[in-house]
């Protein structure tokens, strides 16, 4: 696997289910050798510890730097601390309002914030259903501001087996934002004759 065109990247891990995604994002870019700049909200916390039996500290031993959401002074927090771009993952509905109306009171959306103004690439793999008109409407907002919304949905066409095949898919379609050469899954080749992959 090569790093591809990504040197540093911002990962925010939010409140939102899925801190598998957020997990795995991190492992395979420090498995890279990618710089890593890891902020882990208080309800991502525990979603990993729930969901993952994953201790916050370890994935945070695997970045070049792990930030407390209140150090606004911290350098990820300015422009002229040049990144390849963010991706927040998974994104609750609470930070995506917060990038959504610039509303920059943690470090999360403070460098989500900046990333957007520096025309950086921001991937946000919002994750809530159903949606509300509030949810729906901030999701615009941030698609015209130039963030990518990336829905955290499972695709049965890759016809996975594990969970981890689902996790894969998504996590290798945002490192596919950035050009990064991965091998987390097959691309499309098409339907097969007859109509079945098996
Ligand atoms: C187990 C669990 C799952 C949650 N899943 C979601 C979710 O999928 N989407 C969402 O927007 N909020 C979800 N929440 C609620 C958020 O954690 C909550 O709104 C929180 O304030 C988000 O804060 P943060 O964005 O600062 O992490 C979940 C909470 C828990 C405890």
Redesign the pocket.
């Given at each position: 696997m090569g790093a591809g065109k990504i040197n540093r990247l911002v990962v925010a891990?939010?409140?939102?289910?899925?801190a598998v995604y957020g997990k795995r994002l991190v492992e395979v870019l420090h498995a890279a050798g990618v710089e890593v700049h890891l902020l882990i909200?208080?309800?991502?916390e525990?979603?990993l510890v729930?969901?993952c039996d994953t201790p916050p500290d370890s994935l945070r031993r695997l970045a070049a730097k792990a930030y407390a959401?209140n150090e606004l002074e911290a350098a990820i927090s300015s422009g002229s601390f040049r990144t390849d771009g963010m991706v927040v993952i998974?994104?609750?509905?609470?930070?995506?309002a917060?990038v959504a109306h610039g509303y920059s009171e943690?470090l999360?959306a403070r460098a989500a914030d900046v990333t957007l103004k520096e025309r950086r690439p921001l991937v946000m793999v919002?994750?809530?259903?159903p949606l509300n008109a509030i949810h729906l409407e901030n999701m615009l907002s941030l698609h015209r501001a130039g963030a990518i919304i990336m829905p955290a949905m499972p695709s049965f066409y890759i016809r996975p087996r594990t969970i981890d095949d689902l996790v894969n898919h998504l996590v290798g379609k945002v490192l596919d934002m950035f050009g990064f050469e991965h091998q987390l899954f097959e691309s499309w080749k098409g339907i097969p004759e007859g109509g079945s992959k098996a």
């Open positions: 891990l939010s409140g939102a289910s899925g909200s208080r309800m991502a525990k979603t729930y969901e959401l998974p994104c609750s509905m609470k930070t995506l917060a943690n999360i919002v994750r809530e259903t």
